[in-house]
């Protein structure tokens, strides 16, 4: 069974790295983790490319808040 995190994020560079490492460590074999990010201008983008190989969809725009977000991550979970 696969199973979707959807990480939703606003200028989280200092947090983001631990964020992901944490869903990259668990062991179910089917994750797809999506990454929404609300344009950040922190850097937070550059430090999700990091981690390009583990996330399944990455966006970052503007959007209207945390609730907007975790709807275009359902939107993308497959």
């Known amino acids: 069974m696969k199973v979707t995190v959807i990480t939703v994020c606003f200028n989280a560079a200092a947090h983001i790295d631990e964020t992901i490492r944490s869903v990259v460590m668990q062991d179910h074999v089917d994750i797809e983790h999506i990454v ?3 344009g950040s201008t922190d850097g937070t983008r550059e430090r999700v490319q990091r981690y390009a190989e583990c996330i399944a969809q990455f966006v970052s725009e503007k959007d209207d808040g945390v609730y907007d977000a975790m709807n275009k991550g359902l939107c993308l979970a497959t």
Do not use: A, E, T
Request: proline share 0%.
């Open 36 to 38: 929404i990010d609300g």
